[in-house]
């Protein structure tokens, strides 16, 4: 088929903050006021008097990769340099508020495909500048991070011309993708044959084909449609020894499965410059519903219950009382039992059914009557169509609340549900030990499997002045929890810079070795996000 | 928990055949006359005159062994070198009975757990003798016949003491299980507690949880209940470099998934000490029947549809044209319409569903009003009742037309949907082309996937006199095809060393490298299974 490309690009977005600028409509007064009952506010804007560092590379260098893509995608400018910094967790964010591009990339380099890939590869490996390949630039673990010692300066490999619908293939349910398609621009290509993915992260909306693939990403439709990794069939894969095309087939014994090396290498292995997905018929029905538990150990188990009886949905999704408290007193939300200390409301849990009527009907007949048996009370289609609606806005609602002084954040971990119960303890009592009282500690499960499911936490907490230093101390002491829980450092969101301390405890001192002698093997001269990932 | 181990052991297989002595029934009358119809019969017994070569170990060797695991642990008798020679593919059994035992191993040692591995693999790198893991030595790819070149021998690592349920957790649903458990031992210790793992394959009532794992091994409930690969939760292995423990959660971001290079390692980076699983309540319900497509692409188009609308059955397997008539002219099958040339018979589809009734029914209505509308002809009971009577007996039929001089073997391979009728073609063309018009080759799709599925090629060809050079040749024509075709050279057969021939087209130089890359790094003495897997 002739390469299909997305028609509307979305915006970029700014370096400050997250998303569409249009789209960032700041805290409603009454959501402002409810805030301020909370927490201090404290007007914090951005610093403006922003210096981008001189570029480390060479004029020759510089001249070296014009000739590999031409002049117009070798881009020196101060502000794509900017933009090209870090990704967007929150310290990442504060950083760039407070102007500091300690960590900005050299040059930003922007390759039309495969081979040109490969060339800039090669070249930086023979020049020794260190490459990070940019999707979506929605990390939040510091994966766009990379440690140029002893290299001549970093390249942000950007792969926003790499954004084509490569081949589809109907009979087997597959298409093949180019990296740098947002998720949106995905779905849209893939809409046009009837199709989707079906991968719908918090990052949705700028968060890239490649991205997904190489942090092993995990969207909200996971109960139904699986992990990310779950839906590659195929890899394509740069690296500065060669190319590797692996995913001869759905699955088989052909030793090691290498796609699995290569998924979760966060630019460490290799660029990933083709992705084979398993696609599936757009569906002709999505229901969303709320449904009521008693406690957060109660929903849990009812979550725990449908993924052994291999009886999903496609979503599902609960909040502990702190979260549901704070949902409900959203003014959007529904309800209104609850109140913002947590007192009363229970737990809401979503749970979402998509495909075609009769599966559709099917499925909701059976987990209706399941969950009705294990004590949930339905709620309607009120609490789904709201977390619908507002599924992708919660960056927006940071940036705001970054605005005004106050701390928010987000982490989180996996583990087996024996250990749920611990892991959440310890992961929460750590938080708001180190935020202290004051602070509000949510948590939901949003990805469940037959035997086990993630915690995932978010904070908002009195900034102090200083946000970044409330807030790492507090990430260290929930990241040390974790470890002491057994658990694995991170479901979904990648290992990057932020976690690499952490995973020698998961892996071992051997798996570790095995890390570095594969980075050995495909990248002698350690360009690739050198840094990242690998302890 | 206390560690439970079987009450009950199988007996030993012997060297030259398949399985339980006291099954091996022969060749009824009827099909022995039916065979006789097809095939020339000629009486080939195996030799009794078998010399076993003399132990290339020394004393010193052997005492440090002793040392290590007891002296009743570390095993010189010929009889059990013997059977610890090859494993059980056709090629395996024809040398075995023409007493050539060039690959016995030179000692078997028997180590009681994890830590006696540990200190076997040390002294053994320390002494450069290469270690040949053996579980139920079922392999059929030529997977335990290590090359010793530069090494001082080849030590079998019979893991047949390692048997123990080390810990079953009912809430996360998973059991952490010896490798050296076979099929039935380990269901009957899960049994004790109401679960199971559903592993089983063709050679479920010899091969071990290890062998499973170490060679991604898929059994006939794989629709149900997944690839054994899909049911590994977490491993246990022991290298010469240390052990490594991976699987700290069901899934994660926490870089590449390990778990994925060490399941297929085939022995070559580490032997799999425990092996954590998923397992599942013991079915109440079981029901196989039998439905008939007009053609073996009528039937494979179905088992797409339900593939790819998530409806797979516990069990679905179709028979192409000539397999069903074949399974038609069984006397004890069902039937009659289908002759033994396939001719009118169509294609014989076996589904079977196992679980609660509740969950049975409503899968059972599902896949019926699906089956029907794509033009299925239902059978009933009989035929699924008679497949799985017969399920594990196909090996104990193979050692019986051996004795008789017919050539019998399988391959397998894998590939996706829109590729499958090319394989189809190809694959059979090429055993056809090779063994002559007088072969019957027969096949099956019993492993579905959204994107593909396997195919299993049976033959039955006149031995000629020389059974293993009469199939040696067609085996690497088939091997070709499946190249030729993009497909994968096997599904759940393992590389071993037949099919190391043909990784590299598969995996690519690079990946290649990586193997020999991650190899380098867990056996640096390159003493574990020396020659099996990596090019």
């Known amino acids: 088929?002739?390469?299909?490309?997305?028609?509307?690009?979305?915006?970029?977005?700014?370096?400050?903050?997250?998303?569409?600028?249009?789209?960032?409509?700041?805290?409603?007064?009454?959501?402002?006021?409810?805030?301020?009952?909370?927490?201090?506010?404290?007007?914090?804007?951005?610093?403006?008097?922003?210096?981008?560092?001189?570029?480390?590379?060479?004029?020759?260098?510089?001249?070296?990769?014009?000739?590999?893509?031409?002049?117009?995608?070798?881009?020196?400018?101060?502000?794509?340099?900017?933009?090209?910094?870090?990704?967007?967790?929150?310290?990442?964010?504060l950083r760039q508020r407070a102007g500091d591009l300690s960590d900005a990339p050299d040059v930003v380099v922007r390759p039309a495909g495969h081979d040109e890939v490969v060339a800039v590869l090669a070249y930086a490996a023979e020049q020794r500048i260190a490459v990070v390949p940019f999707g979506g630039g929605t990390a939040v673990t510091g994966g766009l991070v990379a440690d140029p010692a002893g290299l001549a300066g970093v390249l942000s490999l950007d792969l926003g011309r790499m954004r084509g619908l490569l081949a589809l293939d109907p009979v087997s349910s597959t298409a093949t993708l180019e990296p740098g398609l947002r998720g949106p621009e995905a779905e849209a290509l893939l809409a046009e044959h009837g199709m989707m993915l079906g991968h719908f992260p918090q990052s949705f909306e700028y968060a890239t084909i490649g991205g997904f693939a190489a942090t092993r990403s995990s969207g909200q439709s996971s109960a139904g449609y699986g992990r990310f990794d779950a839906m590659v069939v195929a890899l394509r894969v740069a690296t500065p020894v060669g190319e590797v095309?692996?995913?001869a087939s759905p699955a088989n014994a052909s030793g090691p499965d290498l796609r699995e090396l290569f998924l979760g290498s966060e630019g460490a292995f290799g660029v990933i410059t083709e992705v084979t997905v398993r696609v599936r018929p757009l569906p002709e029905v999505k229901e969303y519903e709320g449904w009521r538990w008693e406690s957060f150990a109660a929903g849990s188990d009812a979550m725990r219950t449908l993924a052994q009886s291999d009886l999903l949905p496609t979503v599902i999704r609960l909040s502990d009382e702190n979260e549901t408290a704070i949902n409900l007193a959203d003014p959007e939300s529904i309800g209104g039992e609850g109140d913002v200390d947590g007192e009363g409301a229970g737990c809401l849990m979503i749970v979402g059914y998509e495909g075609t009527p009769a599966a559709v009907a099917a499925k909701k007949a059976a987990v209706t009557a399941a969950l009705t048996a294990l004590?949930?009370?339905?709620?309607?289609?009120?609490?789904?169509?709201?977390?619908?609606?507002?599924?992708?806005?919660?960056?927006?609602?940071?940036?705001?609340?970054?605005?005004?002084?106050?701390?928010?954040?987000?982490?989180?971990?996996?583990?087996?549900?024996?250990?749920?119960?611990?892991?959440?303890?310890?992961?929460?009592?750590?938080?708001q030990a180190s935020l202290g009282e004051g602070a509000m500690v949510l948590c939901h499960i949003s990805h469940v499997y037959a035997t086990g499911c993630s915690l995932y936490f978010t904070v908002a907490a009195p900034g102090g002045g200083d946000p970044l230093a409330t807030w790492l101390p507090a990430k260290a002491a929930a990241c040390e929890a974790i470890v002491a829980a057994g658990a694995s450092i991170t479901h979904h969101h990648a290992v990057g810079t932020d976690h690499k301390p952490y995973l020698t405890a998961e892996i071992g001192e051997?798996?570790?070795?095995?890390?570095?002698?594969?980075?050995?093997?495909?990248?002698?001269?350690?360009?690739?996000?050198?840094?990242?990932?690998?302890?």
């Open 1 to 93: 088929m002739t390469i299909e490309r997305p028609t509307a690009l979305q915006p970029e977005m700014p370096a400050t903050r997250w998303g569409d600028p249009a789209h960032a409509a700041g805290l409603p007064d009454g959501v402002r006021d409810l805030v301020g009952m909370v927490f201090p506010i404290q007007e914090t804007p951005a610093r403006a008097d922003v210096v981008v560092p001189a570029t480390r590379l060479s004029a020759a260098e510089i001249a070296g990769l014009r000739a590999l893509v031409g002049d117009a995608n070798v881009v020196l400018d101060d502000g794509l340099r900017r933009r090209r910094t870090r990704g967007k967790s929150t310290p990442d964010l």
């Open 245 to 247: 095309r692996l995913g």
């Open 375 to 431: 004590g949930g009370a339905p709620q309607g289609s009120g609490p789904g169509e709201a977390w619908a609606h507002g599924r992708f806005d919660a960056p927006y609602l940071r940036d705001s609340l970054l605005d005004v002084g106050v701390l928010v954040e987000t982490l989180e971990t996996v583990t087996f549900w024996s250990n749920r119960e611990n892991l959440y303890a310890r992961v929460k009592a750590a938080l």
């Open 510 to 535: 051997v798996g570790v070795e095995v890390l570095r002698a594969v980075k050995r093997a495909v990248d002698p001269a350690g360009i690739l996000n050198p840094g990242v990932l690998i302890p």
